[in-house]
């Protein structure tokens, strides 16, 4: 469980987030969603520390992360894996080389170890036969794939996910929508995935909190959204959902 209590964050004199509670589930996929520029990017990474909030605070479980300090929060961190919304892998390594360097930098595990838990987490994202590959040789959707493996190899508690479906087309969307959502109900991970796509949120979105200008304006499952009496929201939905529609007529 990761719990946000009052938090506020600001940029030159801008309120971002405004006064925003919410808890987000151990083994459920937590989507926050919201238009560009109304503060789930920054909510996101001011749950994982990249951001430091004015006030509030941040708990993981029963450890009150927003009163570590450096050092401290490295034990939290070595428990949250992170998917970045290009994928963030580094070019000049190959795949196998990018999911290990997690256990090189938190582990001393023998180079066997690693070797063996690298090989678990590419079978697992159904990537067994890419490690000798490099970033250049893959597709949109085998980058996000080597991700998640990265993003697991640590057996992570957390798990953060920044537009994981951006870029990708809607069967590779479902693909990733689906690989997330296994591994947070097979591991019992508290999942908290950034995204504008809704047909994640119908697919996958067991609790969706809704950003508003910086206010948590809705929140409720998957099955609530198409039902909420909430105007901002509605509007949203209907937006993302012609917005699909266009650029699938594009293609």
């Known amino acids: ?26 083994g459920k996929t937590n989507l926050i969603i919201g238009k560009s520029g109304s503060g789930k990017t920054v909510l996101l990474k001011s749950l994982v520390g990249l951001h430091e909030i004015d006030s509030g605070a941040v708990w993981y479980d029963d450890v009150n992360f927003t009163g570590l300090g450096f050092r401290e929060r490295k034990a939290i ?13 580094l070019d000049s ?14 582990t001393e595990q023998s180079e066997a170890e690693k070797r063996e838990r690298v090989d678990f987490c ?17 597709s949109g959707g085998m980058i996000k794939r080597v991700a998640i493996a990265r993003a697991i190899v640590l057996n992570p508690r ?35 995935i950034n995204t504008h796509d809704m047909n994640s949120v119908m697919e996958i ?11 948590k304006w809705w929140e409720g499952t998957k099955d609530d959204i198409l039902h909420a ?23």
């Not at 390594?93 to 938190?106: G, I, K």
């Not at 479902?174 to 991970?189: A, F, G, P, Q, S």
């Not at 979105?205 to 809704?210: H, T």
């Not at 909430?230 to 266009?246: G, Q």
């Open 1 to 26: 469980m990761i719990r946000a209590q009052h938090l506020v964050k600001s940029f030159d004199g801008r309120t971002v987030l405004d006064d925003v509670s919410v808890e987000f589930e151990t």
């Open 77 to 89: 961190r070595k428990d949250i894996g992170m998917i970045f919304q290009g994928g963030a892998l």
């Open 93 to 106: 390594s190959s795949v196998a080389e990018n999911v290990r360097l997690p256990l090189d930098l938190f």
């Open 122 to 138: 590419l079978q697992r994202v159904r990537l067994e036969n890419a490690g000798h590959l490099y970033p250049a040789e893959l």
């Open 158 to 192: 957390y798990l953060f996910c920044d537009e994981p479906n951006s870029g990708l087309d809607p069967q590779t969307s479902i693909v990733i929508d689906n690989l997330i959502h296994e591994i947070t109900c097979e591991y019992n991970i508290t999942t908290i």
């Open 205 to 215: 979105g067991e609790k969706i909190v809704y950003i508003h200008e910086g206010h």
């Open 229 to 251: 009496d909430n105007p901002e929201l509605n509007a949203f939905v209907f937006a993302s959902a012609m917005a699909k529609r266009a650029k699938a007529a594009v293609r």
